[in-house]
């Protein structure tokens, strides 16, 4: 499992070895580093983590201003969600943290003559307007302020993320290295294992310690019901996630349930269906969430990679229908469909029964929403799927006209599957590292 968070640095060979001991350590418990007595009395304030959300990191300095319009930009591509003071104020504390990363992350890369320039910032900024809103920058400025952030928050952010990747590729990357024989070995499981299923997952990850455990628990659990309410799960693991997929909205990409190396996220994982949420999930060193974006079996041809030829027959109910009236209409419309004997009379029969015909003969199966792609895949040409609509949208079927089955796949190639490994290595020898980071940097709250 790939986890990282979005911060780390030059891993020279010492750095290898205090990483190394950190870890060692790091497996001890609270009671036997600190001997802590289950019986406490606390003697300062009641809450000593209540403070502004406004911090000092090495010397640099993160207003409150930074943080609202952080906080402006993570709403937004929520769909504008309007969280209440509680999760808002956990919001905040969590974006603060985010931020105090980015900050280490950019010292970092300019501390080692790897900083990233105003140019490129400014470069990915015209793009990203351009290719994800279809702003120019002009416009994707006036935006951000409309939204109650800025420019300057988003190029920050740009900034803090191509500062990882630079650092990621030019001293990380150099000193993993992974085996040909492995690969191999890899490579033959997997052809012996075709037929299996493989699953697309995305994951929130965040870390936790005895002592911050119930904190991130509850933190989680929020974010599960953000998602739960439309929320965006990509949005919420940039934002949040831990892990270094956190960049991509947490997608593991496509891997078999033995990756995950975790029995538990491996039998929930195997009980999703594409769509479905699953956790918090308490696994060692943190909690996980985990999103089944798709699954598939390996070096099949997928049933929901078919291009369908369809034939849309709807019906609309008139304003001021009643249920009952539309019920009757439904039930009418629903036995003349059933007289049609294939796709060249539906058109005539769509007349009759007074209802519109849309034709679309470049229809993915698994674009289609879940519920009508099974009944899809067992249709033959000239079949109808069940009525379905609302007095709303009025009632409609689909007809299968023809359809175009995929071809078998090969699976992932040794190439794809070193990149794999590869990544994995540099995530955990990352992992190690950032923790010394966040150790070593002097920062204050105000």
Known sequence: ?????????????????????????????????????????????????????TAIVNGQIITGTDVEQRVALLLNANNDAKPDAEELKRLKLQVLRNLIDETL?????KALEMAVSAEEVDQTY?????????????????YLRQIGSSAGSLKRQIEGELSWDRLLRRNIQPFVSVSAGEVNELYERLQASRGTTEYRIGEIYMAATPANRAQVEQNMRQIVQQLQQGG?????????????????????????????????????????????????????????????????????????????????????FPAGTTEAQARTKADAFAQGIQTIRGCGEADAVATKLGA???????VQVRALPEALQSA????????????????????????????DDPESVSGPSRDQLMNNLEEDRVNKRAQRYLRDLRRDAVIEYN
């Open 1 to 53: 499992m790939k986890r990282l968070a979005k911060t780390f640095g030059f891993l020279s060979a010492a750095a290898f070895a205090v990483g190394i001991g950190s870890a060692a350590v790091g497996q001890q418990t609270g009671e036997d580093l600190f001997n802590i007595p289950d019986d406490i009395t606390i003697l300062g304030p009641a809450n000593p983590n209540a403070r502004k959300a």
């Open 126 to 142: 015209q793009r990203l307007a351009g290719e994800r809103f279809n702003r120019s920058p002009e416009a994707q400025d006036a």
């Open 356 to 362: 519109e015909v849309v034709t679309n003969d470049q």
């Open 105 to 109: 992350q950019i010292q970092e890369a």
């Open 376 to 403: 899809l895949l067992e249709l033959n040409i000239g079949q109808s799927t069940p009525p379905f609509g609302s007095l709303q949208d009025g009632v409609r079927v689909l007809m299968l006209c023809g359809r």
């Open 232 to 316: 965006s799960f990509v949005a919420y693991a940039r934002q949040y996630s831990q892990a270094t997929t956190g960049v991509v909205g947490g997608d593991l990409g496509w891997i078999q349930l033995a990756q995950l190396q975790n029995p538990q996220l491996e039998a929930v994982t195997a009980d999703l269906q594409p769509g479905q949420l699953a956790g918090p999930i308490e696994i060692p060193g943190g909690f996980s969430i985990l999103y089944l974006i798709d699954k598939r079996q390996i070096g099949m041809a997928d049933p929901r990679d078919a291009l369908l030829s369809l034939k849309q027959i709807s019906l609309e």
